[in-house]
């Protein structure tokens, strides 16, 4: 069969078929000095808080945001308490709110999909670890047959313009307009200060055949945790997604049932 050629008549040219040059992948960012942490001292920072004082507990409401302040080395544990749900992630320096978290370069310092002992990266030109991922509950879901995982730093987090483009709807109920409305009225801060999350417990991938995003329902459950540790003194926020535990597609109606709550505590160290 012939191959097709591109018509591009408005160039004056016709661009045949080309074969290209194959070459074997090579990871850009193959772990750099800095992304790599020890596990031991880690765990130690881990254990220290957790066996210390707890400073703050709160319950970020189904389909709300909520914020709350960590000193460097604090952990944080956030739980999936009464049922499957996922949750979308900001971090800020807490002395300078200009300085956030990186989604993009996290990515490719790691990986689509964090993992225990990955770290969450600041905005150029501070390029700082922000915190250190050290437990999840579900770490042996690993990579499933479809390439899909958890905990990802693809998704921008869900917002009602992307929504009313797929929909024609307007609508107010997104982790967007959640965290854009904690981050208000809780600390002074406006929509332009919220950027692209962590996607905790949120089961995503992307399609072999076309290269696009896609999602699962999330496997956590009632019990289920992460946690991790800040690496400077930090302003968070969390938004209990309103597309609750995922497992209805983006545009149709969520029911009620489908969105839970998360539960945060802070740890820290006497
Ligand atoms: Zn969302």
Redesign the pocket.
């Known amino acids: 069969m012939a191959s097709p050629t591109v018509p591009a008549p408005w160039c004056g040219r016709d661009f045949k078929p080309r074969s290209f040059d194959k070459h074997t992948p090579v990871v850009c960012y193959d772990k750099p000095r800095a992304s790599v942490v020890s596990h031991k001292e880690y765990d130690d920072k881990r254990f220290l808080a957790i066996t210390g004082e707890t400073v703050q507990t709160l319950v970020v409401p189904k389909r709300e945001a909520r914020t709350w302040t960590m000193q460097e080395g604090d952990l944080c544990r956030i739980t999936v308490h009464e049922g499957s749900q996922?949750g979308?992630l900001n971090f800020w320096n807490l002395e300078n709110t200009q300085e956030r978290f990186y989604s993009g370069k996290t990515r490719q310092l790691h990986s689509s999909h964090l993992k225990m002992y990955d770290r969450l990266w600041s905005c150029l030109p501070h390029l700082r670890p922000m915190a250190t991922f050290v437990f999840d509950s579900l770490a042996n879901y690993g990579i499933d047959e479809d390439g899909a995982s958890l905990h990802d730093v693809i998704g921008t987090?869900?917002d009602d313009y992307t929504y009313k483009l797929i929909t024609g709807q307007d609508r107010v109920g997104?982790?967007h307009s959640s965290l854009v409305k904690a981050v208000a009225e809780e600390r002074g801060l406006t929509e332009q200060d919220v950027h692209d999350v962590w996607n905790i417990f949120m089961c995503t991938g992307f399609t072999k055949d076309t290269q696009q995003y896609f999602c699962k329902p999330s496997p956590a459950r009632k019990g289920d945790f992460i946690e991790f540790v800040a690496d400077m003194n930090l302003l968070v926020a969390l938004?209990a997604?309103?597309?609750g535990d995922v497992s209805i597609p983006v545009g149709a109606e969520v029911p009620d049932e489908k969105c839970h709550p998360l539960k945060v505590e802070v740890f820290r160290k006497k």
């Open positions: 996922v979308d987090r869900c997104s982790c938004s997604c309103p597309q």
